[in-house]
């Protein structure tokens, strides 16, 4: 099955400085990639996500990249904020198009916005 | 819209007991639901697939018989932990998929349910 490794585990960073996250994945009928954000007891809310034809996607602070051939993939987010301290998780999925693939998900990112 | 809601939101059940957990997508239909189980600082785990109107599908390592899944409705799966014991313990979440496609293959959450078992 699928394996989704996810680097590192926390990360500090100055307020206003970016952050980057990084995943990498095995199963290379992986085609769909989301990202989610988690903050303590509550749901996890999907901030952005890709697919294997495209390469990158932003959306304002936040963007993915995908390298299929080097089976990885990495969240950036810019100008950070204090409410961007979270737990931030990769995942992937086969996207057969039927939606019946469940995520697998990374171990998660305890993402720290130092004032 | 895409709303998940889950029931209950937390539950204490003495060691033994069953417990079930609903999961119902409240404004779209979804024929597959899905099964997370996340314990503290951990990552969410798939437990299993649920289909409406057939058998759930299963993770390896997840006991079917222990964890059973009733997918009912196009907007209802339950989750039943039989026989819970203390390392049940743990945050169960679902997530379902909009049948209309709207929005591709995204997910969407329900809040969770925090069992703890005495």
Known sequence: GENVEQHPSTLSVQEGDSAVIKCTYSDSASNYFPWYKQELGKRPQLIIDIRSNVGEKKDQRIAVTLNKTAKHFSLHITETQPEDSAVYFCAASPDSGGGADGLTFGKGTHLIIQP | ?118
């Open chain 2, 1 to 118: 819209g895409a709303v998940v809601s889950q029931h209950p939101s937390w539950v204490i059940c003495k060691s033994g007991t069953s417990v079930k957990i609903e999961c119902r997508s409240l404004d779209f239909q979804a024929t597959t639901m899905f099964w997370y189980r996340q314990f503290p600082k951990q990552s969410l785990m798939l437990m299993a697939t649920s289909n409406e109107g057939s058998k759930a599908t299963y993770e390896q390592g997840v006991e079917k018989d222990k964890f059973l899944i009733n997918h009912a409705s196009l907007t209802l799966s339950t989750l039943t932990v039989t026989s819970a014991h203390p390392e049940d313990s743990s945050f169960y979440i679902c997530s379902a998929r909009d049948d209309s496609g709207r929005s591709y293959n995204e997910q969407f959450f329900g809040p969770g349910t925090r069992l703890t078992v005495l």
